[in-house]
């Protein structure tokens, strides 16, 4: 008689883009007979149990055997490992800070070059996205980076939101004055 789980769902641990099985949570189990003469494998790592044994970010088949003298069951569980941990800034909005910059005579328009407003993050799985907003003053969107990136004069808030493969999303936000 074989036990199996046929699915399971986990999340990853905090921090990392895996998930550690705790003792014989995902485990096949059998009892037969002759118990002296069962046994019982998975394809995983290849033996009765997975704890201690980290399974990645995704999904996961493992098929486990079970046999004894004359007989041979197979079972299959799909572990499916998600993320629900946002990302976090490494570089974030505060350490940008507020910016005021001045343009000369007749100019309309602040052109910003280079990559010190850009915000850094990472992430337990992958980043998607860097994804800005800019809104008040100069209404526009992008990606990545406002290098090139023209504001108009007066007050335009930037808000940088960054979002990880699961959907699991981050924001901040400081202002440019023109």
Do not use: M
């Not at 335009?156 to 440019?176: A, R």
């Amino acid at each position: 008689i074989v036990n199996c789980i046929e699915e399971a769902t986990r999340e990853t641990d905090l921090g990392y883009p895996w998930y550690t099985i705790q003792g014989d949570e995902l485990d096949i189990t059998a009892t037969d007979n002759n118990p002296d003469y069962l046994f019982i494998r998975n394809n995983f790592n290849n033996s009765t149990t997975l704890n201690g044994r980290s399974i990645r970010y995704g999904t996961q088949e493992i098929v486990g055997t079970v046999s004894d003298v004359s007989n041979i069951t197979k079972c299959t569980t799909i572990i499916t490992i998600i993320d629900n941990e946002p990302p976090i800034f490494t570089k974030d909005c505060g350490s940008i800070g507020d910016q005021v910059v001045e343009i000369e005579g007749s100019e309309t328009t602040y052109t910003k070059y280079g990559r010190d407003w850009d915000i850094e993050a990472r992430d337990n799985v992958g980043l998607t996205a860097y994804q800005w907003v800019l809104s008040g003053a100069t209404n526009n969107s992008g990606i990545n980076t406002l290098d090139n990136v023209e504001f108009n004069i007066g007050t335009t808030n930037v808000k940088w939101i960054i979002s990880d493969h699961d959907g699991n999303s981050t924001e901040c936000e400081y202002n440019v004055t023109v």
